[in-house]
């Protein structure tokens, strides 16, 4: 959606979700980690930190604050014996994504929940980043070799391809 068509209160939502409770969660637990001498966190982004995406600036952006928290506290507390790990999954068949009927068939390239998370979870503490799923990164790559400008202008198609789904869909409700 466009900034002024999207409601305060789901604005207020996406910042206190990727923002907030990031930070929070994460400064209720590190102490008590860092004592122990161990313990594992990771922080969920997404493929939208690529670059800055139109129709979706705040989540984007949301996300960026999560890949940029994660990077630092990596750096802060991996020396306590702390895994920190930043997870940038791309599209995958859930309720989140019902805007679009495209994305609700599972596939190579958009997996269900169930085969991404245990594809994720494989991959804890083996890298400080991935995108979860085999597939998501070799797209990540692919798409990280284009230009910012390109990628903009790719996802602000694929946005507006998205939002007319969206509409389209729910034309009869």
Same mark, same amino acid.
């Not at 952006?61 to 630092?72: E, G, L, Q, R």
């Not at 068939?105 to 503490?125: H, I, Q």
């Given at each position: 959606?466009y900034?002024?068509?999207? &409601?305060?209160?789901?604005?207020?939502?996406i910042i206190?979700?990727?923002?907030?409770?990031?930070?929070?969660?994460?400064?209720?637990?590190?102490?008590?980690?860092k004592?122990?001498?161990?313990?594992?966190?990771?922080?969920?982004?997404?493929?939208?930190?690529?670059?800055?995406?139109?129709?979706?600036?705040?989540?984007?952006?949301?996300?960026?604050?999560?890949?940029?928290?994660?990077?630092?506290? *990596?750096?802060?507390y991996?020396?306590?014996?702390?895994?920190?790990?930043?997870?940038?999954?791309?599209?995958?068949?859930?309720?989140?994504?019902?805007?679009?009927?495209?994305?609700?068939?599972?596939?190579?390239?958009? &997996?269900?929940a169930?085969?991404?998370?245990?594809?994720?979870?494989?991959?804890?503490? *083996?890298?400080?980043?991935?995108?979860g799923y085999?597939?998501?990164?070799?797209?990540?790559?692919?798409?990280?070799?284009?230009p910012?400008?390109?990628?903009?202008?790719?996802?602000?198609?694929?946005? *507006?391809?998205?939002?007319?789904?969206?509409? *389209?869909?729910?034309?009869?409700?």
């Amino acid at each position: 959606m466009y900034l002024g068509e999207v &409601p305060d209160q789901e604005l207020w939502d996406i910042i206190n979700i990727n923002v907030g409770a990031v930070t929070m969660m994460t400064k209720m637990i590190i102490e008590e980690m860092k004592n122990k001498g161990r313990g594992a966190i990771v922080n969920v982004s997404s493929g939208a930190e690529l670059q800055p995406l139109p129709l979706m600036n705040v989540y984007s952006a949301s996300k960026v604050y999560v890949k940029s928290f994660t990077m630092a506290l *990596r750096h802060e507390y991996s020396k306590y014996g702390i895994t920190v790990q930043h997870l940038s999954p791309l599209f995958l068949n859930t309720k989140m994504n019902q805007f679009s009927n495209r994305l609700q068939e599972s596939g190579l390239f958009v &997996p269900d929940a169930e085969t991404y998370a245990k594809s994720a979870v494989n991959l804890l503490g *083996r890298v400080d980043h991935t995108t979860g799923y085999w597939a998501h990164g070799i797209q990540y790559f692919f798409t990280t070799l284009a230009p910012v400008w390109i990628r903009i202008y790719v996802g602000g198609y694929m946005n *507006r391809t998205f939002r007319k789904d969206y509409f *389209r869909q729910n034309k009869n409700s």
